[in-house]
T-cell receptor
Framework: DGGITQSPKYLFRKEGQNVTLSCEQNLNHDAMYWYRQDPGQGLRLIYYSQIVNDFQKGDIAEGYSVSREKKESFPLTVTSAQKNPTAFYLC??????????????FGPGTRLTVT | AQSVTQLDSQVPVFEEAPVELRCNYSSSVSVYLFWYVQYPNQGLQLLLKYLSGSTLVKGINGFEAEFNKSQTSFHLRKPSVHISDTAEYFCAVRGIQGAQKLVFGQGTRLTINP
């Protein structure tokens, strides 16, 4: 089945540690996105990438980093510089070269808790 | 740039009653509009989208939405809800040109009571 996988579903870390969230897609999509979700705030864009080895900051990139070495993978690192990292993180992907590019497909999310 | 306002953070309704979830947007350019649904601790699933053409758009699970350009609105409706419709609903917008970033509203939590 085609789709997006995120692992793990739940992640616990101590304050001051970096942590990397995994996102893999087998939809052959060029574009990938990371969002952060907090209660009552909707989804906010952290980073996005439209092509391998290139990515752009979203609205709340401070304290986060990404890489895009392969088309199907877009890992997100939450660094110790992120002041409030506890949140639900969602990865998404979309095509960019056809009418299907208008829709973003989402993974199941990773809930990160930092104490 | 675009922005989205979902006018109700929570909407409680009884089963089999109709429901409307309101969404207004702001944009200096033409837009595409989307409604997504999120069940607890899951990702988002597309309900429907407006790209062009007929302003009344039908989606999955019996939902529909109407694009009103003059009022910059894209309200979501269902004539008769079920317990299984209990979820959070997000309205989203993106400009038709440029980067494909979606801008999301704050979400509306729909609770269906028996």
């Amino acid at each position: 089945d085609g789709g997006i996988t995120q692992s793990p579903k739940y992640l616990f870390r101590k304050e001051g540690q970096n942590v990397t969230l995994s996102c893999e897609q087998n939809l052959n999509h060029d574009a990938m996105y990371w969002y952060r979700q907090d209660p009552g705030q909707g989804l906010r864009l952290i980073y996005y990438s439209q092509i391998v080895n290139d990515f752009q900051k979203g609205d709340i990139a401070e304290g986060y980093s990404v890489s895009r070495e392969k088309k199907e993978s877009f890992p997100l690192t939450v660094t110790s510089a992120q002041k409030n990292p506890t949140a639900f993180y969602l990865c998404a992907s979309s095509a960019i070269t056809s009418a299907a590019s208008y829709e973003q497909y989402f993974g199941p999310g990773t809930r990160l808790t930092v104490t | 740039a675009q922005s989205v306002t979902q006018l109700d953070s929570q909407v409680p309704v009884f089963e089999e009653a109709p429901v409307e979830l309101r969404c207004n947007y702001s944009s200096s350019v033409s837009v595409y509009l989307f409604w997504y649904v999120q069940y607890p601790n899951q990702g988002l699933q597309l309900l429907l989208k407006y790209l062009s053409g007929s302003t009344l758009v039908k989606g999955i699970n019996g939902f529909e939405a109407e694009f009103n350009k003059s009022q910059t609105s894209f309200h979501l409706r269902k004539p008769s809800v079920h317990i299984s419709d209990t979820a959070e609903y997000f309205c989203a917008v993106r400009g038709i040109q440029g980067a494909q970033k979606l801008v999301f509203g704050q979400g509306t939590r729909l609770t269906i009571n028996p």
